[in-house]
């Protein structure tokens, strides 16, 4: 993710990453929205882990092995308990 993230000039602030999801913390540059970047992440994500693990090619034949959805706040003054949230 964090490859994936530099390309685009989004700052990861923190993540966990567990098996079934993941929970990032990210800054985005103003000329994306948050849309376009999530499904930038999930797409070549999805691609590279693929390529990656061969085998998961047959059990997930139509190439779709993530929730459709995501979740996305915005961050105020709440942003260190955010970041705790997402490290813990």
Same mark, same amino acid.
């Given at each position: 993710?964090?490859?994936?993230?530099?390309?685009?000039?989004?700052?990861?602030?923190?993540?966990e990453?567990?098996?079934?999801?993941?929970?990032?913390?990210?800054?985005?540059p103003?000329?994306?929205?948050?849309?376009?970047?999530?499904?930038? %992440? =999930?797409? @070549?994500s #999805?691609?590279?882990? $693929?390529?990656?693990?061969?085998? %998961? =090619?047959? @059990?997930? #034949?139509?190439?779709? $092995?993530?929730?459709?959805?995501?979740?996305?706040?915005?961050?105020?003054?709440?942003?260190?308990?955010?970041?705790?949230?997402?490290?813990?």
């Amino acid at each position: 993710m964090s490859e994936l993230c530099k390309r685009k000039g989004v700052e990861i602030i923190a993540a966990e990453c567990m098996p079934d999801y993941v929970h990032m913390f990210a800054g985005i540059p103003p000329k994306y929205s948050v849309s376009e970047i999530m499904g930038y %992440l =999930k797409r @070549k994500s #999805s691609l590279m882990i $693929f390529d990656r693990h061969a085998n %998961l =090619k047959y @059990k997930y #034949s139509n190439r779709h $092995f993530r929730c459709r959805g995501y979740y996305v706040d915005t961050v105020g003054k709440n942003a260190n308990k955010i970041e705790e949230y997402v490290k813990n």
